[in-house]
């Protein structure tokens, strides 16, 4: 009887020392507890990857250029250009250079621009232009993931002169900063924005 005892009290010890297991998976740490997911607050779209080469003493050096539209879908915008050795990095550079590079679109009725606009860089000119609803997004390349991440749903677009991607980029920024102008312009004189363009 003493034995099963003893066995038995092993037994209760053993149990009590075990580890508790924890449930496994991504969004477990080793405690149990949940990790907190980061609520991301802009999409991301690269817009463009260029390879460079420079020649030095010692051969070719080869990096690599990356061109990143970010946006939070309600009317903020932002673009980065980052360079690297490898694509990953520089891609990385640039979110968080357009982070710090971040521009408010003025927005109207139907998800679209109050008036039409044209936005200039470089050779790149951008013309743009207010749509009804159910149109969608008329834009190419650089222009549609401006406008697509800012929160615009109906527009029509059309680039002329240089297609670069940076510049393309940069005209239609510019072509949205010609509207919160204007609308501050208008504001400060006390009349109605569209009265004006009309």
Do not use: C
């Amino acid at each position: 009887m003493e034995k099963k005892e003893m066995k038995q009290e092993n037994t209760r010890d053993t149990n009590e020392n075990r580890p508790v297991r924890t449930k496994g998976g991504k969004n477990f740490r080793k405690d149990g507890n949940r990790r907190k997911r980061e609520v991301k607050r802009f999409e991301e779209r690269v817009v463009s990857i260029n390879r460079v080469a420079k020649t030095v003493k010692g051969g070719r050096k080869i990096r690599f250029n990356a061109l990143v539209v970010i946006g939070d879908g309600k009317g903020t915008v932002g673009f980065g250009f980052g360079k690297a050795n490898e694509v990953p990095d520089a891609i990385k550079k640039a979110i968080e250079i357009a982070k710090t590079n971040l521009y408010k679109i003025e927005m109207s009725k139907g998800d679209t621009l109050p008036f039409e606009t044209i936005g200039k860089h470089g050779a790149s000119e951008v013309f743009m232009k207010p749509a009804p609803v159910g149109t969608g997004v008329i834009a190419g390349g650089p222009v549609r993931a401006v406008l697509e991440l800012a929160g615009i749903k109906n527009i029509y677009s059309k680039v002329n002169g240089s297609r670069t991607p940076i510049n393309v980029v940069r005209a239609t920024v510019n072509g949205i900063e010609n509207i919160t102008k204007f609308k501050a312009a208008a504001r400060n004189r006390r009349s109605n924005p569209e009265e004006a363009v009309a």
